[in-house]
């Protein structure tokens, strides 16, 4: 199964100036990563990723911040700032938003990116860039074996 986690978190966000001058706010305090689905704790109004807080919840009755019958609601706020982050697919290598990675990634990204060298004698792999799209191989065996010598070779 495809998580969405994979695919935005910080090692996947572009890190321009406008990430790095919010990103203290974006994380969250449980799994200490970029919050997806951020929700706010209605007591404390401390903001977590929807999925770390109903896990949590499941084992504790109580939020990270100790405050008992409390409620999550969707943080509108932090969710526009998301918005406005680019990711990189880590699959195609594409910049995604935050809004559309999730599209993106269900919709199985099967585009594999491949750095070649600008010329045979060249020991670094950077140059020009290739995709090949593995949908326009039938051979199911064939797309596997390219998929792991690319991995192996160019990523």
């Known amino acids: 199964m495809v998580e969405l986690e994979d695919y935005l978190n910080y090692d996947t966000v572009v890190k321009d100036q406008f990430y790095e001058s919010i990103k203290e706010s974006l994380f969250c305090p449980i799994c200490m990563d970029l919050m997806i689905k951020p929700v ?9 990723c929807r999925r770390c807080i109903m896990r949590w919840s499941k084992f504790k009755n109580i939020c ?17 700032i998301l918005i ?11 910049i995604i938003s ?10 199985k990204c099967d585009t594999v990116k491949i750095n ?14 290739r995709k090949i799209n593995l949908k326009n191989t039938n051979n199911k065996k064939i797309n596997e074996q390219i998929k792991l010598n690319m991995k192996s070779k160019y990523i």
């Open 84 to 94: 406005k982050l680019k990711f990189k697919c880590k699959d195609c290598y594409s």
């Open 116 to 129: 070649l060298p600008l010329d045979k004698n060249s020991s670094e792999i950077n140059g020009i860039f």
């Open 40 to 48: 706010m704790c209605m007591n404390c109004t401390n903001n977590y």
């Open 64 to 80: 990270p911040n100790r405050c008992e019958n409390t409620e999550y609601k969707k943080c509108v706020f932090v969710e526009n």
């Open 98 to 107: 935050y809004d559309n990675m999730e599209k993106h990634v269900l919709s």
